[in-house]
């Protein structure tokens, strides 16, 4: 199954030079655990653990802070026509949880994350486990 079809369209954005307290508030009111930064194109990504760690956790002044200062670096995309297993596989290889997806000139168009890989994994699951129950003899 194409990426496409099982990431989010609606994307939390943010620019280079978004002071960190505004990426906060913005998670806050839209309710996600990361934003996308874009510069044209995707960029980094800035995750709610990202700012408790180098915020936070270091006692930075969020106020001096924008978010080129704690994204993340080496940011991995994901092409909207890879495959779940692609996305997996990258997601296990980097140890990260959020994959921006890309068309092919490299837009952003949504993203997927693990917890939307394993909701996929869990509806595969019960199907399978409704046809060995079908199919299964009554005791």
Same mark, same amino acid.
């Given at each position: 199954?194409?990426?496409?079809?099982?990431?989010?369209? *609606?994307?939390?954005?943010?620019?280079?030079?978004?002071?960190? +307290?505004?990426?906060?508030?913005?998670? @806050? /009111?839209? *309710?996600?655990?990361?934003?996308?930064?874009? !510069?044209?194109?995707?960029?980094g990504i800035v995750?709610?653990? *990202? %700012?408790?760690?180098?915020?936070l956790g270091e006692?930075? *002044?969020?106020?001096? %802070?924008?978010?080129? /200062?704690?994204?993340?670096?080496?940011?991995?995309?994901?092409? +909207?026509?890879?495959?779940?297993?692609?996305?997996?596989?990258?997601?296990?290889? @980097?140890?990260?949880?959020?994959?921006?997806?890309? !068309?092919?000139?490299?837009?952003?168009?949504?993203?997927?994350?693990? /917890? /939307?890989?394993?909701? %996929?994994?869990?509806?595969? @699951?019960?199907? %399978?486990?409704?046809?060995?129950?079908?199919?299964r003899p009554p005791?």
């Amino acid at each position: 199954m194409p990426i496409d079809n099982l990431a989010r369209s *609606d994307v939390v954005t943010a620019s280079i030079d978004e002071p960190v +307290h505004e990426l906060a508030a913005m998670m @806050h /009111d839209e *309710d996600v655990g990361s934003i996308v930064i874009t !510069d044209d194109e995707p960029v980094g990504i800035v995750t709610d653990r *990202d %700012l408790t760690m180098q915020v936070l956790g270091e006692q930075a *002044d969020p106020d001096e %802070l924008m978010a080129e /200062d704690v994204m993340s670096d080496g940011l991995q995309t994901i092409e +909207h026509d890879a495959g779940f297993y692609e996305a997996t596989e990258l997601m296990s290889e @980097h140890g990260i949880r959020r994959l921006p997806v890309t !068309d092919a000139d490299g837009a952003l168009q949504g993203i997927i994350t693990a /917890d /939307d890989l394993n909701e %996929l994994l869990a509806e595969e @699951h019960q199907a %399978l486990a409704n046809v060995i129950q079908a199919q299964r003899p009554p005791y």
